[in-house]
C-alpha cells in the first residue's frame, strides 16, 4: 500500500507567525497531533506538534503573578516559530506504507508529512496506521471472499490475525486452488484449509 491510500489530506498547516493559540485550536479542533509549518510560497519550513506546544508552561499557569509586569508597549503574542522544529522527517506520497512506519519506528515521531514533488500534500500518522491495523482482518475477508465466490461461492472464509482459514474445498485441487487465491491478498500471514 502506499502512503498516499492512507495520508489524511490535505495536510492542516500553519506559518512560523501563527500565534500559539491559534495553532492549539487547531490541533484540538481537527483532532491532529502536528502539522507543517509553511513559508509564504507554502514551501515546508518546519513542523509543530502537540510535545512543542505542552512544553510552553507559560500556557498553564493559572496563577496571579506576586508583581505583574506593566508595559506601554504591545506584547505580540508567542509564534509558532517560538516552539516549532526546523528539522524534519518526511515521506513521499508514492513511498510504500513501510517507509512510513520504519521511519515512525526509527525516529519514534509521531506523525510525518507527505510531499509530492516536494509540496505538502498530506500527513500520515500512527493513528492513520493503526486504523488501517484495526480493519485489516476484514479487508483481507472481503478480498479472499471476492476471489472465492468466482470459484465456489459454497466456501466459507475466516480471517483472524491475517490468518485465513478457508473451509469447504473437499479434493486436493480445490485445496490447492483456495490456498492460492487466499495467499495473492496482501496481508494474509498464513491460509488453513479445513
Excluded: F
Aim: charged letters at 25%; a negative charge.
Amino acid at each position: 500500500m502506499m502512503i498516499r491510500d492512507l495520508m489524511t489530506a490535505p495536510a492542516v498547516t500553519v506559518t512560523a507567525e501563527t500565534p500559539i493559540s491559534k495553532a492549539l485550536r487547531l490541533l484540538d479542533d481537527r483532532k491532529i497531533t502536528a502539522m507543517p509549518v509553511v513559508d509564504k510560497g507554502g514551501v515546508l519550513a518546519g513542523i509543530v506538534s502537540e510535545a512543542d506546544l505542552v512544553q510552553d508552561a507559560a500556557l498553564l499557569n493559572d496563577r496571579v503573578p506576586v508583581a505583574a509586569v506593566r508595559t506601554t508597549a504591545e506584547t505580540p503574542p508567542r509564534r509558532v516559530a517560538d516552539v516549532m522544529s526546523y528539522l524534519v522527517a518526511t515521506v513521499d506520497a508514492e513511498d510504500d506504507l513501510e517507509v512510513a512506519i520504519d521511519l515512525m519506528w526509527s525516529t519514534m515521531v509521531k506523525s510525518l508529512p507527505v510531499l509530492d514533488k516536494g509540496r505538502i500534500v498530506g500527513m500520515i500518522s500512527r493513528s492513520d496506521i493503526v486504523h488501517l491495523l484495526a480493519g485489516r482482518d476484514d479487508r483481507i475477508r472481503t478480498e479472499v471472499r471476492e476471489l472465492i465466490d468466482a470459484e465456489c461461492p459454497d466456501w466459507q472464509v475466516e480471517v483472524h490475525d491475517g490468518i485465513v482459514t478457508v473451509t469447504g474445498p473437499s479434493d486436493p485441487h480445490e485445496c490447492k486452488l483456495a490456498d492460492v487465491l487466499a495467499g495473492t491478498v496482501k496481508g494474509v500471514v498464513a491460509v488453513r484449509i479445513h
